[in-house]
């Protein structure tokens, strides 16, 4: 008997839902991440000596 076969299908559930959760949060990490950065780019941006949007 193959030994995939012996796999409850409830256990392969419950690890898909778990590395489907674990990409879901690193999603929001990144976006979180990426916002922060463009953030800062535009104050640092407006806030330099040279800015032309003062």
Not at 3 to 11: F, M, Q, V
Not at 25 to 42: C, F
Request: glycine share 0%; net charge negative.
């Amino acid at each position: 008997m193959n030994e995939l076969e012996n796999i409850d299908n409830i256990n392969i559930d419950a690890l898909y839902n778990d590395v489907a959760s674990m990409i879901e949060k690193a999603k929001q990490q990144v976006a979180i991440h990426v916002n922060t950065e463009l953030v800062m780019l535009n104050w640092n941006i407006r806030n330099s000596p040279k800015s032309y949007f003062k």
